[in-house]
Antibody
Framework: QVQLQESGPGVVKPSETLSLNCTVS????????WSWFRQPPGKGLELIGY???????NYNPSLKSRVTFSVDMSKNQFSLALTSVTAADTAVYYC?????????????WGQGTLVTVSS | QSALTQPASVSGSPGQSITITCTGT?????????VSWYQHRPGKAPKLIIY???QRPSGVSYRFSGAKSGNTASLTISGLQAEDEATYHC???????????FGGGTHLTVL
C-alpha cells in the first residue's frame, strides 16, 4: 500500500524558508510525478506544483519565484522549499502522487501537515 | 477565492441522493474532460473518488458518480451513508501552465 508522510517544522518565522519533506513508502519515487498542495485555513486546495523523478518541475505561476522542489531517490522522498514566507503561506501542506497515465488526478496523498507562519 | 465554485455545504438523509455542483469556465471545466473529485475527512488524506469527469478508481463505491455539462461538473452520491460525511473537493485541469484548479470544497452532512 502506497503511503506518503509529510515532515517538517510546524512554525516558520516570516521572511524565512519553509522546508518540508515527503517520504514515500510502498512505492518508488521512480517513475512517477509527485505533487505538493496546500490549503489555507477556510480556503480551498491549491496546487503548488509537481516534480518528476528526473527532477523536471512545473510550479504554480503565482509561487514560481519562491518555490523549489527536489527529489532524493536514495531516501525515496521529495522535498519542498518555499522562501520569504508570510502569514499568507500559513496552510496545511499535502504531498501526493500523480496517478500514472491520468491528467490532474492524484491517487495517493499524505495526511497533511499544518505550517504556521508566525514570529 | 477559488477558481471553481462549489456550494459551501449540502446535506441529506441516509439512503437519499445528493448532487454537488462545481462551476468553472470555458478555460478549465468547459474545455477539458479532466475533472476529478476528492473526498476529504478531517485529519485524513484526501481520497480520489472520480477522475476524467466520470471514472471511478478501483475500490471506490459505485454510489459515487460524476458528470459534466458545459462549464459545470457534478458529483452525485446515491444511497447516502453516514460514512459519506466529509468535504468534497472538485478539481479541473486548466492547461499546461496552470495545470489544475480547485473549488472551495463542499461539506456534506448526513442527517
Amino acid at each position: 500500500q502506497v503511503q506518503l508522510q509529510e515532515s517538517g517544522p510546524g512554525v516558520v518565522k516570516p521572511s524565512e524558508t519553509l522546508s518540508l519533506n515527503c517520504t514515500v513508502s510502498g512505492d518508488s519515487v521512480i517513475p512517477h510525478y509527485w505533487s505538493w498542495f496546500r490549503q489555507p485555513p477556510g480556503k480551498g486546495l491549491e496546487l503548488i506544483g509537481y516534480i518528476y523523478y528526473t527532477g523536471d518541475t512545473n510550479y504554480n505561476p503565482s509561487l514560481k519565484s519562491r518555490v523549489t522542489f527536489s527529489v532524493d531517490m536514495s531516501k525515496n522522498q521529495f522535498s519542498l522549499a518555499l522562501t520569504s514566507v508570510t502569514a499568507a503561506d500559513t496552510a496545511v501542506y499535502y504531498c501526493a502522487r500523480e496517478s500514472p497515465g491520468k491528467v490532474g488526478a492524484a491517487d495517493y496523498w499524505g495526511q497533511g501537515t499544518l505550517v504556521t507562519v508566525s514570529s | 477565492q477559488s477558481a471553481l465554485t462549489q456550494p459551501a455545504s449540502v446535506s441529506g438523509s441516509p439512503g437519499q441522493s445528493i448532487t454537488i455542483t462545481c462551476t468553472g469556465t470555458s478555460s478549465d471545466v468547459g474545455r477539458y474532460n479532466y475533472v476529478s473529485w476528492y473526498q476529504h475527512r478531517p485529519g485524513k488524506a484526501p481520497k480520489l473518488i472520480i477522475y476524467d469527469v466520470n471514472q471511478r478508481p478501483s475500490g471506490v463505491s459505485y454510489r459515487f458518480s460524476g458528470a459534466k455539462s458545459g462549464n459545470t461538473a457534478s458529483l452525485t452520491i446515491s444511497g447516502l451513508q453516514a460514512e459519506d460525511e466529509a468535504t468534497y473537493h472538485c478539481c479541473s485541469f486548466a492547461g499546461a501552465n496552470t495545470y489544475v484548479v480547485f473549488g472551495g470544497g463542499t461539506h456534506l452532512t448526513v442527517l
